[in-house]
Structures are given as C-alpha cells and as structure tokens.
C-alpha cells in the first residue's frame, strides 16, 4: 500500500493555531492584568531551523516553523501550549523560563489529551527561577537573572525602537509588587 503524505499549507496552520490558542487560553487567563494587554500574535516561519516554537515575551508573539508543523500538523498543540506558557510566566511577573513553575503549568497540557512531541520534550532541563529582576525604566522590559550584575542593563528594545538609550536597572520589590508578598524562589 502506498503512504499517503499530506502537507498543511501556511494558512491552514495558521487556522489551526488560531483554534488551539482560543482553545488554552482560558488556562492562562491572569487575574486582573488582562485588560491593557495587546493581543498574542502568532506566525509560521521558514527561518527557524533549530527551534520548532519561540516566545517572543517583549513583543508578546509566538513564532512557529513552518516546516516542521507543515509536516506534522498534530503536534502544534503541544508546541503552542508550550509557547503561552513562557508568555503566561512573563506576563504574570515571573521568570519565563523552564523553570520548576513552568514544567508545572506544562503537567495541565496532559489534560487536553492532545498529543506531546518527544522532540520538545527532550529539554526537560530545569532552570533556577532568577530572582534578580531588571526593569527598564522606559519600556518596563524585564530580565530575569540569576545573579546581581555590576552594571545595569542596556535596553537594546528601546535603542532599536526610539534611538534613546535607556537602562533597566535592578527592581527589589518586583516580587512584591506582582504577588503581594515576597516570593523570589520556588
Ligand atoms: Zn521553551
Ligand atoms: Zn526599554
């Protein structure tokens, strides 16, 4: 018998994405903070080689490989749910990356009944919460860092968008500030 080989096209993907995003979102939705919040974006890619999904916190966007879902259309729901997890934690306060608190909110996707992808699940790698916060002054982009720097932190974002140079400088209180208490480290 031969096997039959079926390609999604870019606008079909795109489709999709859309549905599963609209599908998660209410395990993601945050109390209060919703309202001024842009809209996610989300976008099929032909230049991502190494990495099948990225979060792009700043600019609250998902950028997927074309290539890679073009082929395997069932495994964007994980990808995606994986993406608005990093986005979830940024936009919430916390350290966005595979941290203790994003392999928990990651646990619920098994509820969806949706296939995992191994191939995602193999950076089951697990990173400190950093709990040295770095705030932009004019942007209020954030770096989550492990440790104090010496200097503060150039805000690239800024300098690309308005040519003004501006510096995120270390926010002790930020902890405080999200949760009403502190809470640096899980
Ligand atoms: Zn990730
Ligand atoms: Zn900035």
């Avoid at 859309?18 to 109390?31: C, T, V």
């Avoid at 879902?69 to 964007?76: D, E, G, R, V, W």
């Avoid at 040519?163 to 502190?182: M, S």
Wanted: net charge negative; aromatic share 16%.
């Amino acid at each position: 018998m031969k096997s039959l080989t079926i390609t999604f096209e870019k606008e079909d993907l795109e489709l999709l994405a859309d549905y599963f995003f609209e599908l998660f979102s209410p395990r993601f939705s945050n109390s209060g903070s919703d309202n001024n919040r842009q809209a996610t974006t989300i976008e099929f890619s032909n230049k991502m080689k190494n990495k099948v999904g990225l979060a792009i916190l700043f600019e609250n966007k998902i950028r997927l490989s074309l290539s890679y879902f073009a082929n395997a259309p069932q495994l964007l729901p994980y990808t995606i749910f994986h993406e608005m997890t990093h986005l979830w934690l940024y936009q919430s306060g916390f350290d966005p990356g595979h941290t203790k608190r994003f392999y928990q909110k990651m646990l619920e996707f098994e509820q969806t009944g949706y296939q995992i992808d191994p191939e995602v699940h193999v950076h089951t790698r697990l990173a400190a919460e950093g709990g040295y916060v770095y705030i932009c002054s004019n942007c209020e982009n954030r770096w989550h860092l492990k440790e104090e720097l010496r200097h503060n932190i150039y805000c690239a974002l800024c300098y690309r968008k308005n040519g003004v140079e501006y510096y995120a400088t270390l926010n002790p209180d930020f902890y405080a500030y999200i949760d009403g208490k502190l809470d640096k480290c899980s």
